[in-house]
Each structure stands twice: as structure tokens, then as C-alpha cells.
């Protein structure tokens, strides 16, 4: 295993002092605990907290800003954050307007965030949680009860985000999550696998020409695997899938996000970009805004997915809205 780190026990708390070096302008570490917080805590408005494994970066850090989270919790590499990190975070961020919860559809996550949400609700702090599963790919998998949370979580952060600068109370902002998770799918393949630190091998094989259709970020299976084809044939057929689960018709809107996994070159996923908004104009998509680069990625897995959001006026709006993140400057 050939690795960037000291140790890999070490790896959580030495990115997290990183990333708070970096970007002191947008978040601070809480002392204590695995969690960032926004520099300077947003007064009079509903708090966003998000998390997870850690592996999945920019996700969630990277995230916490100005029209996105208020905070971010990080568990162990792929592994959930216990409920007494997420129960920290929750209290250093709540000012009084309730927290909302974004929680992506792992056994692990949805467990420990409503515990800690009880927690929370002992000390009089109001929580309310939504689920992300916008993987298209299988409905059960090896850590799910349901769809899997992959990067169309992004999508939940940042329209969530912005309604709630605008002031809205804690229903409305709840109400937004759950419409955008509502219209919001991704389907996904790999290339290669990744390794965990604490592993110290790959977390799956595949042969030098083989890839997998519908992998998850943390390496569960997909729907199978196949010999690799075009990015052209195989932009078409994860798009396909996406569109079939939930239809868009000619004249509607919608916002794409290239997802890459870590190890994909930009190039690569521009060129997927090139199919991807190529069929949605021969069907008469309109897209709105493009999003391509590593936003939920998996380690050094090389792959990507793709993400559509169908969008009304409202949903539009939102995400159009300014957005100030160390990751997403260009919202």
C-alpha cells in the first residue's frame, strides 16, 4: 500500500487539521470531536449538519459555508460517526431554530444521527432528519436497508442551504430536503477499487479490462460487471438507467453534477459531460447548470457517477442561490 499519511490511525485527525489550516476564513475544528463547524456561526437561522465516513472528500467538510452546512461530522474512513460526535455538532451549531439533519441511507449513519438526534431533543434542541437515496443503482445493498445516499446528497446541502439563509423556519427547510431528494438520482460505475488505510489492500478486484456498473462509494457490489466500453456508450447507459427511474420530459429542467471518484482525471469526466449533455438536448432537457469534478468521491477509486436534479421555478431558484465553501466556490 502506498499512501500520503503518517499512520493510519492517525489519518481522520490529521485531514481535519488540515482542512481547518486551509480554510480558517470558512471553518474551525471543534475541540474534542471529530467535527467542523463555520467559522463564524450563522445567527437566526436554521442549522444544517451533514457527515459520514471519511474517504468521501470534499464530502462533507468541504461542504461547510455560507448557503451550504453549518457543520460537518467525520467518522472513521467509511465508517459512521458515533452519535456523540454528531449530538457535538448538532449543539455547537443550533442558535435556537432547530437543526436540520442530512443523513445518507447507510444502516450505520441513519442509526447513530437519530440517536444523536434524541439526544439533542433531551436538551430541548429541535432536530428534524431526511434520508438522501438517490442511487438508482440497487435497492438493497451490503450496508442499506433502501437505496443507498450517494453525491446526489450535494444537490440536498445546497438547495437545504439555501432556504435556509433566506430565514425560513425549520419545516420549510426540511420540506426543500425532501423535494430535492424527491427529484434527485445518480447511478455510478468503477474503473478500479480504492484502499483503506487501516486495511491496507484493495477493497475489491477487477480485471485489467473489466469495470462494475453501480458500485457504491464504499466499494459494494453494483449491478455487474462488464467488459469497458466507450465513455460515450457508458455515459449512456448510467443516464438511461437514471431516466428511466425518474422521467424527464421535453421541456423540463434539470441540473447535472459529473461526480468523479477520486482518481479520475478531469479530462475523463468532461468527456462523459460531452455525451451526457449531448442526449439530454437531443431529448429536449434543458439543462441549467453543470457541475463536473470530485464531490463525493471514494478514496482513490477511479470511476464517476452521474447525477440528475429535475427542476421547477422553486427548486431553480435555490439552486441558483450564491453559495461560499472551501469545495464549492462556484455555486
Known sequence: MKKIINVPEQVVEDMLQGIAAAHPQYVKRLEGANVLVRAQKAPNKVALVSGGGSGHEPAHGGFVGKGMLDGAVAGAVFTSPTPDQVYEAVKAVDNGSGVLLIIKNYTGDVMNFEMAAEMAAADGITVERVTVNDDVAVENSTWTIG??????????????????????????????AEKTIQNVRSFGMALSPCTVPAAGKPS??????????????????????????????????????????????????????????????????????????????????????????????????????????????????L???????PALVQF
Open 204 to 317: 475489491f478486484t477487477l480485471a485489467e479490462n473489466e469495470v462494475e456498473i453501480g458500485m457504491g462509494i464504499h466499494g459494494e457490489p453494483g449491478t455487474h460487471r462488464e467488459i469497458i466500453r466507450t465513455a460515450d456508450e457508458t455515459a449512456a447507459t448510467l443516464l438511461d438507467k437514471i431516466l428511466a427511474d425518474m422521467p424527464v420530459a421535453a421541456g423540463e429542467e434539470v441540473a447535472v453534477l459529473i461526480n468523479g471518484l477520486g482518481a479520475t482525471p478531469a479530462m475523463e469526466l468532461y468527456i462523459v459531460n460531452n455525451k451526457v449533455a449531448s442526449l439530454l438536448k437531443a431529448k429536449g432537457i434543458h439543462t441549467v447548470k453543470t457541475f463536473v469534478g470530485n464531490y463525493m468521491t471514494s478514496l482513490e477509486m477511479a470511476g464517476f457517477s452521474i447525477t440528475l436534479l429535475k427542476l421547477d421555478s422553486e427548486l431553480k431558484d
Open 147 to 176: 437505496r443507498r445516499g450517494i453525491a446526489g446528497t450535494i444537490f440536498v446541502h445546497k438547495l437545504a442551504g439555501a432556504k435556509a439563509e433566506t430565514g425560513a423556519d425549520l419545516s420549510e427547510v426540511k420540506r426543500i
Open 319 to 325: 439552486l441558483l442561490a450564491p453559495a461560499d465553501t
